[in-house]
């Protein structure tokens, strides 16, 4: 394939008068998503603090100030905890701020009521007493009852937590027989070779060598990865905390294929190494020569072509590839869409139920948990 900004080729699997077109990084914008584009979390922190202050109260624009020196995932937390607290205020019909001890504690109860982690229950609290503090409303969140009501909590312990499942590394061959279970290589082997299935190849094959959390894996770029003589490779790991100066991560000649397949259609050389890519289908269609003047209808308007005439098009896929990293939701639904697919495929011998219960359990974490399996099943 060539790459001349855009690069077209025909697919061998496919009718030869399919074209593909693969837009490098920049070339083309992507869509944008159903959901629409990214939440303003500051904004959406105004409003809800505002809602719950009411209307004679309008100190809540104090609290972007408070917020700039927080990451995006802290504010984005606060946003969760706020808006769980003003959705119970709405069903008690509250006034959400200032909240009284004795309404915090019910808060709690309600929170337990509904499930909630104590992790999630303590730092619900600990946002909206944060908040209280910001716009000068007291700290009830800080009482004694609150305090003895959080530890009660945590006392009763969790509630019973659905853990992530493993996507353990299986066997090379896939076909005979199937697994019983969803591994790497039935979900490598669903993976195709168009831009998007090279992409999930590499991602879910360096995801499970790595062992990285999703944040760090997301972070990779090629400059990273270090090819050495043999075609294995060593990833220096993007830096998270205090990351120790020269540590490297192995990386085995089959997945530094994958990455190397991947940035190569996609043509990355630089930036994150995993991206978005917008796919669009066109259908062929057939040409039509022009009509005379004179059949045409009465209120026949101008469009393509001249009196009527259609140019003939052929089929065409055209993929755009994206800028930015995926997010770790993105690589949820892929690792969820790869396990189904290497089911539907007969790679799994998983169906109905228990293969929706298969998928359910995966998570962006499954791939890290999997290789800790792998690793402590080889040490025993």
Not at 121 to 126: G, L, T, V
Not at 205 to 221: C, D, H, I, K, W
Not at 284 to 294: D, I, K, M, T
Not at 327 to 354: C, M, S
């Amino acid at each position: 394939m060539t790459q001349t900004g855009a690069s077209e080729t025909a697919r061998d699997d496919l009718s030869q008068a399919e074209i593909v077109t693969v837009h490098p990084p920049g070339e083309q914008a992507l869509p944008r998503r159903r959901s629409g584009s990214g939440v303003d979390l500051p904004g959406k922190l105004d409003a809800l603090v505002a809602d719950l202050l009411g209307p004679a109260n309008h100190a809540s624009g104090r609290l972007r100030e408070a917020l700039e020196p927080r990451s995006a995932t802290g504010i984005k937390a606060l946003a969760n905890d706020l808006e769980d607290y003003a959705a119970y205020c709405r069903r008690g019909r509250l006034t959400g701020l200032p909240a009284s001890e004795d309404r915090l504690v019910r808060f709690i109860e309600d929170c337990e009521a509904r499930g909630l982690k104590p992790a999630t229950i303590a730092r619900r609290m600990a946002s909206l007493t944060l908040v209280h503090r910001v716009l000068g409303l007291g700290s009830e969140g800080q009482g004694e009852r609150v305090k003895n009501a959080l530890r009660a909590v945590r006392r009763r312990g969790p509630p019973a937590q659905r853990r992530a499942g493993a996507i353990r590394a299986g066997v090379q061959d896939v076909r005979s027989p199937p697994t019983k279970a969803i591994t790497l290589q039935a979900m490598l082997a669903a993976c195709d070779p168009d831009p998007p299935g090279l992409r999930d190849a590499a991602l879910l094959s360096l995801g499970y060598e790595s062992g990285l959390p999703v944040s760090q894996l997301l972070a990779v770029e090629l400059a990273r990865i270090v090819e050495q003589d043999d075609g294995s490779a060593h990833l220096l790991p993007p830096a998270r905390g205090e990351a120790a100066e020269g540590e490297t991560i192995a990386v085995s000649s089959q997945t530094v294929r994958r990455l190397t397949a991947w940035a190569d259609m996609a043509d990355i050389r630089h930036g994150p190494l995993f991206r978005r890519v917008a796919v669009r289908r066109l259908k062929a269609r057939s040409g039509a020569a022009p009509v005379p003047l004179r059949e045409l209808a009465w209120n026949h308007r101008t469009g393509e072509g001249q009196l009527g005439a259609k140019a003939a098009r052929s089929a065409r896929i055209e993929y755009a590839i994206g800028e930015h990293a995926l997010t770790p939701a993105a690589v949820r639904l892929i690792v969820k869409r790869r396990a189904r697919q290497a089911a539907e495929r007969g790679f799994v011998d998983l169906q109905g139920r228990a293969l929706d219960a298969a998928i359910a359990a995966l998570s962006a974490n499954s791939l890290r948990r999997g290789l800790v399996q792998d690793a402590l099943s080889d040490d025993g």
